[in-house]
C-alpha cells in the first residue's frame, strides 16, 4: 500500500510536464481541470496512506520509508531515490494536496481571462510536486532539492505576470532570499553528514540524542544553519522582506504559497527535526524569540497597511510567528495543529481577497472598497467566518490553536512570563486588524460608488464554503492531531493546562482587539471624525501605533539602509566589487594568456612540449 | 629458441569482425556511385557486430597471446563505448557529409579502423602491441582531420596534429624502450614483476620513462602540457571527426594509460601520482580558464574536452576497483554528452556558413526550444550538474579520490567543475537571454534526431538511474 505514495510526487509532476509541454495545444478549460484532477488525485493517494496508517498500532506509524531505487552507491556514501511515510509528513501533505486542490478549483475561476492560463496551472502542479518532495523526503539530501524547488516554484509563481516589473523584481527579491536559506541548509547537511556519516532522517535521528551533548557547539551551529533555512522559508524576521512584496503574483498563488503551505515549511522542518532541535535548548529559545517578535511586529505593520492583500501578508507572517513561538517552547503538535487551522483560514482570507479584487475589478485599496456585503453575501459571510477564526473568536479553529499556543509560551517546556506577555499583545494585534480590514472592506458604504461589485461564479465560492466550513470547525480536530502526531515527537502528547486565568486574559485580548476595531471603524458615518472625538485617547494610541512602524523604520530600517550604504560605498565598491571584479578581470588576463599562448604555430607547440618534459623531469629529480 | 605464443582468435573477434567489414566497406566503395549511404549501413552492421562479438568471450579475464592480449572487463566495456561512439560519429557524418560536400568512401573505414586500433589499444597489455594501437589510431586521425581536402584549416589541422603527433609518439616509444630496457620485458605483468625487485626499481632511467611515457600519453588525452595542438585541431577538423576525437580515440588512450599506470607500475605509484596530480590540476585550470573567453564554439569545447581530461587523469592517481567503474562510467557519460552537444553544434550550421560563434546561438532557445533545451541538457551535464550523467560520473571519480585521501585534489577539481559552469552558462545565456541576431535554417533530419535522441536518453538516463550501468562498470 504504501508503495502508491509515490503516485502523491508523480500526479503532479505529470500534470507540471504535460500542461508545460503541450499546453499550447490543451483546451483551455481542460488544462485547469487537469491539473485540479492531478492534485485531487494527490489527496485521494494521500487519503488512502493516512488510512493504511491507522491500520497500524500508533508506535508503528513510523518510519515507512520507500525506496524507488538506489540513485548513487559507492563506498561510504549512498544514496536512495526513496519518501517516508509517517504521521508527520502525511498530515502535512493532507494540507498541502487538500487545500491546494481546493486553491487549485478556485484559480479555475479566477484566472479565467488570463491568456496564458495553461502555463499557470503547469507551474500550480510544480509547486504542488516541489512541496511534496519536500515534505515526503526521507533524506536531507532531497529535502533540499525540494526546498530549492519550491524556491523556484514560488519564483515562476510570483512573476508570473512578467509583464508587470513590480512582480518580476518581487519573484527575484523572494529568490534570493529563499537562496540565502538554501546555503544555510546546504551547510548544515554537510555537518549533518560529516557527524552522522548519513543523510538518512532514521539513522540521523535515532543517533542525535547520543552523538551530542546538549547545547554542544556543533549542534547549535547545525541547528542554528537549518533555521536560517527556516526562517527564509517562512519569513521570519530578519528574512522576511520577501512576503510583502511576493503578493504582487495572482491572489490564488498568494493563497497557495503564501499562506497555507511554502511558508510553513520552516515550522515543518523544525517539527521534523525535534530531535536534533531537542538538543539545542538554547536554539529553541531563540525560535520562540525570533517567532514572538515577527508576531508582534508583523502584527503591528498590518494595523496600518490600505493593500488588502498586504494587511493578510503581514497577518500570515504574524501567525507563523506564533507557530514559530509554539515549535521553540517546545510543543511541536501545537504548532501543526496552528499550521492546519492556519492553512483553512488563511486560504479562506485570501481567496475572499482574491473574489473581492475580482469582483471590484483589480481594486486592493480597502479605503476605496467598503458595504461589499451586499454585493458580495457568500463573500461576505467566508471573510466573516475566517475573520472570526484568525482573530480568535471562541469556538472558531483559530481559538482553539491560538489559545494552546498562548498556553504554552507560560506554561510550555521553555515557556515564561515575556513569551506569554508578548503572545498576548500580539493576539490583541490580530483581533485589531483583522476586523479593521474587515469593516472597511464589507461594511459602512461604498465608497466608489462608481464600482459595480459582483459575487464571483461557483467555481470559486464552493472552495471558499468548503474552507468556511473548517474554519469553523477544524478546531475541534485538535486532540485528534495532537495524539496522531505524538509517535513523531517521541509519544509526547501536549499537555493541557487548565490555567483560567490565562484563558480569560488570552480571550479578553482577542475580544479587545475586535471591540476597538469595531468603535473605531463601525460607528458613525465619519468615521475618523468620530474616532477623534470619541476615542481620542485610542485614536491616539493606535496612530502612535503607526509610529511605531516609524520608529521601526527609524530605528531598523534607516540604520541598516545607512549601513548598508556605508556598506556599499565602502565595504563593497572598494572591497567586495572590487575583489569580485578584479578576480573577473586577473580570470580573463589568464584566459587571454592562454589563448596567446596558443599562437598556432607548430614550432612553438613542439617546443612547449618539450619544455614542459623538462620541467617535468627536473621536478622528479629534485623533488 | 623462441616459443611461439598461443594463437587465440577468439579472443580476438571484435578486432577481426570489425577488420573484415572495414575491408569489405573499402570494396563496396568501389562498385557504388556518388550516393555512399550504402557504406554507413554496412559500417554500423560491422560495429554492432563488434560490439556483439566482444562477449565471444565470458570467462574473464581471458589472457591470450603469450599475455600482451586480454579480454577483460575493462576492454568489453571499452569496446562498446568504442562502437557506440563510432556508431555515434558515422550516425553524424551522414548528413553532414552530404552538406559539407565530403564524397570519399575511405570517410567510413578510417573511423572504422580507428576503432580497430581503440579495441587493441584498451585490450593489449604488452607494450609493443599498446604502440601499435596507439599508431593505428593515430595514423587514422591524421587523415580524418584532414579529409577535407579543399578546406585549409582542415589540412592544417592534419599537419599540425600529424608533426606534433610523431614528436609525441617519439617520446612514448623512447619511454617505452627506457623501460624495457630497465626491466627487460615488454610485458606489463612482467614489467610490475620486475620492479618488485629493489635493484630494478632503483634504476634512473625508470624515471626517466616514466616521464616520456607521461609525455606520450599526455599528448593522446590532450593533457597540459602536451595540449596545445587540441585548440587547433578540433576548430580545422570536419565537426563529426572531432567529436569522434574527443571522445573514441581519448578514451582509448585513457584505457591505454589506466593501464600501463595501475597494472604495470604499482611500485612506482609515489613518483607518478605526484607528477599526474599536478598535470591533472593544469590541465583542469587551463582546460576551464582557457575556455572562458572563446568565442568558437568548437574551440570551447575542445578547452571543455581538455579539462575534462584533467577530471579523468584523478581516476588513474586514484587506482583501485572504484576508481576503474568510475572512469568507464565517466568516459560513457562522456560519450552521451559530447556527442549530443557536437550533433547540434552540426545541425546550426548549413553549407558555407557553419554557424560556429557563439553569437549565431542567440535565441536559439525561443525560435527551437527543443533544440535549445537539448543543447541546455548537454551542457549542464558536461558542466556536472545533477541529475544529469556529467554528475553522477564526476560524483564517482571523486569519490574514488577520496576514498584514497586525495582530499585536495578533489577540492580543486570541484573548483574547477564551478568555473567551467561559467562558460557553458554562457552558450546557455546566448540561447535564452539574446536576441536572434538572423534566422536560424535548421532542418532536423531523422538522423540528426536519433542522434540527439540517444545524447539525451544516455545524458539523464545515467545521471537519473546510474545503478545498473555502475554495478555492470564495476569489476
Redesign the interface.
Known sequence: MYSLSWLILLLPLTGFLSLSWFGKRFPKLLGGWFACAMVGGAFLVTLLMLAQLYSESPADRLNHVQTL?????????SLNLSILIDPLSVFMLLIVTGVGFLIHVYSIGYMHHDKEFNRFFAYMNLFIFAMSVLVLAADFFFLIVGWALVGLASYLLIGFWTEKKSAVLAARKAFVMNVIGDVGMLIAAFMIFEHFGSLNYVDVFKAAPTAFFPNDDSILLITFLLLVGAFAKSAQIPLHTWLPDAMEGPTPVSALIHAATMVTAGVYLVARCNALFTMAPFTMYLIASVGVITAIVAGSIGMVQYDIKRVIAYSTMSQIGFMFLAVGVGVYSVGMFHLMTHAFFKALLFLGAGSVIHGMADEQDIRKMGGLRYAMPITFITFLIASLALAGFPLTAGFFSKEEIVMNAYHGQYGNFVFWGLAVIAVGMTGFYTFRLFFYTFMGKSRTPEAKPHESPLVMTAPLMILAGLSLLGGFLGPWVHSFLSPVFGGAVPMHHDDAMLEIIAVAAAMGGIIAAVAIYMTGKDQLAFAKQMLAPIYEALYNKYYIDEIYDFLIVKPVKAIGKFMEERAEKLGIDFSVDEVGRQ??E???G??I??S?K?R???L??V???V???L???F? | MIAAPEIDLISLAPVLVLSVFTMLVMLIDLFVGKNKSVLVFVALTGLLLAAVSSFAKTDWPVSSFGGSYVVDHMSVFFTMIFCLSSGLAILLSVDYNKRENIRVGEYYSLIMFCTVGMIILASSTDLIMIFLGIEIVSLCLYVLAGIRRGDTRSNEAALKYFLLGAFATGFLLYGMTLLYGATGTTKLAGIAEALSHAEVLSQPILVMGVVLLIAGFGFKVASVPFHMWTPDVYQGAPTPVTAFMAVGPKAAAFAAFFRVFTTAMPELAPTWEVLLSIIAVTTMFVGNLGAIMQTNIKRLLAYSSISHAGYILIAIIAKGSLATSALLFYMLSYTFMTFGAFSIVILLGRAGKENLELEDYSGLGFKAPLLGLAMSVFLLSLGGLPPLAGFVAKFYIFQAALNEGYVILVVLAVLNSAISLYYYLKVIVFMYMKEPKGDFQISLTPITLIIIIIGLIGTVQLGLFPGPVISLAHP
Open positions: 531505487y538506489p540513485w548513487i552507491v559507492s563506498e561510504g556514501f580570470v580573463r589568464v584566459s587571454r592562454i589563448s599562448w596558443q598556432g607548430v612553438i607547440y613542439a612547449n612540449m619544455a614542459g618534459m620541467t617535468i623531469l621536478f622528479v629529480i623533488m
